[in-house]
């Protein structure tokens, strides 16, 4: 008796440590698409789709091949993932360079490259079936690289991007990735062997492989000292973040220029393997004895309630932006509205004993009306000083009092115009093909 007691207790560690490195152990969770997605360990792959009823239906499929020798002592979870159309899932090697492909049971490595070490932290998507990486920490600096992987010759290749594309690096970084534009955010840059937090918010064009500054980053958001987030998942043209002992959650999104916090209690043991799949969260928790992991689904906004939102960059930038614009309005305005006003004609109505206009009236004589109608009358508004001073020659008077007389009118008539009107009426200037001779005009700004 004593003896099977012994070998049972023997067996007990034996049996906890199969039950830990069974087939069923979770390593790493990778959303497939909006009902699926993969659990992959050393061993093989669990794919499940998601119910329902919030059930999960499970395939188990044993890797054809041995498992790579490069990931026999590496933990899984370290592997940045990216799931194809084609429906391969492409793995990435700490650091860039090395990149593994799973497909149909086959987990293999593709590449002929080597460990790059220089983009630790970057940022590993898809876009038009063609794999890319941008940023990364690596030899003691930040960059802001962009390569493409080349499945012909199975190496890497730096991508030329333009524009104003963020200075000193990208390390650690936020980003999401809507149809063509990429979102740049809440990274840290390094200067002076520092790392420096940038405030700024990008974005890189896929198409034309152009960068443009979109401003800053909301400061009562993102402070100097970056928090750390355990858990970054991908949530639509949104990005989910949260620490996992804490019950604040944030989805930020960028093309709405909006970040949203919930109050994500119910998720209290979510924890950094999770993976949103449409629109669930999906994360493994260890069962009461810890012998074995269980996947938790849960409905995502069944499990969050909405606390508070603001945006994205800072609304103070939005509002100089808004400014700017209106500004430029205003000025295009008035000066608009002064070249109308600079060309368009102040209308005045001759009557027998009044000469009428803006509102105002002053008394005109009869010597005073003859001047106007005189040269009202000419083609061009214009008169030479011979035909007026003919209208004031006088057999009594001399020629010098005649002269005296017409200036006298003209002058009188002006002084009456420019106090009620504040405008000249009749202008004096030299003749174009005599400048001896004197010639009399309407003001151009008058239609009378």
């Known amino acids: 008796m004593r003896i099977l007691q012994f070998l049972f207790f023997l067996c007990l560690p034996f049996n906890w440590l199969i039950g830990q490195n069974s087939d069923d152990t979770i390593k790493l969770l990778v959303s497939k698409d909006s009902v699926s997605f993969y659990s992959f360990n050393k061993k093989g792959v669990s794919e499940y789709t998601v119910l329902e009823s919030k059930k999960l239906s499970k395939k188990?499929?044993?890797?054809?091949?041995?498992f790579p020798e490069e990931l026999k002592l590496v933990e899984l979870d370290v592997l940045a993932p990216v799931v194809s159309e084609d429906g391969s899932v492409y793995f990435l090697y700490p650091g860039g360079g090395v990149l593994f492909k799973y497909f149909n049971g086959l987990f293999e490595r593709i590449d002929e490259s080597f460990a790059h070490r220089n983009q630790f932290s970057g940022y590993f998507f898809e876009y038009k079936k063609e794999l890319y990486l941008l940023g990364g920490y690596g030899y003691w600096k930040a960059n802001s690289l962009l390569i493409k992987f080349n499945f012909e010759v199975r190496?890497?290749?730096?991508?030329?991007?333009?524009?104003?594309?963020?200075?000193?690096?990208i390390n650690n970084g936020s980003f999401v990735l809507d149809k063509n534009k990429l979102h740049v955010f809440d990274f840290y840059t390094r200067v002076d062997d520092l790392n420096v937090k940038n405030n700024s918010h990008y974005v890189l064009d896929l198409d034309q492989m152009l960068w443009k500054k979109e401003g800053?980053?909301?400061?009562?958001?993102?402070?100097?000292?970056k928090k750390e987030y355990e858990l970054q998942a991908e949530f639509?043209?949104?990005l989910l973040q949260k620490n996992v002992d804490e019950w604040p959650l944030r989805i930020i999104t960028p093309r709405d220029n909006q970040i949203r916090f919930y109050n994500a209690e119910q998720l209290h043991n979510v924890n950094s393997l999770a993976i949103v799949v449409g629109k669930n969260i999906v994360y493994p928790v260890l069962s009461a004895d810890r012998e074995y992991e269980t996947l938790i689904v849960r409905d995502l906004y069944d499990n969050i309630t909405?606390?508070?939102?603001?945006?994205?960059?800072?609304?103070?930038n939005l509002f100089t932006s808004y400014f700017i614009y209106a500004g430029g309005f205003c000025l295009l305005l008035i000066l608009i509205t002064f070249v109308k006003f600079k060309k368009e004609k102040l209308v005045f109505f001759l009557s027998e004993n009044n000469l009428s206009g803006l509102n105002k009236t002053i008394p005109i004589?009869?010597?005073e009306r003859f001047v106007l109608e005189l040269i009202l009358n000419t083609k061009e508004r214009k008169i030479d000083n011979s035909l007026i001073l003919n209208y004031f020659k006088n057999s009594k008077i001399s020629n010098d009092a005649s002269v005296k007389r017409k200036n006298k009118v003209i002058q009188e008539l002006n002084q009456k115009a420019l106090e009620k009107f504040e405008i000249v009426l009749i202008i004096k200037s030299s003749?174009?093909?005599?400048s001896r001779q004197t010639v009399y005009c309407l003001n151009p700004q008058i239609e009378l």
């Open 60 to 66: 188990y499929i044993e890797y054809s091949k041995p």
């Open 155 to 169: 190496n890497w290749e730096l991508v030329s991007a333009l524009g104003q594309t963020p200075k000193n690096g």
């Open 216 to 225: 800053a980053l909301n400061n009562t958001l993102f402070s100097e000292s």
């Open 236 to 238: 639509g043209n949104s």
């Open 306 to 316: 909405l606390i508070n939102e603001e945006y994205l960059t800072n609304d103070f």
């Open 365 to 367: 004589d009869k010597d």
């Open 431 to 434: 003749k174009q093909t005599d």
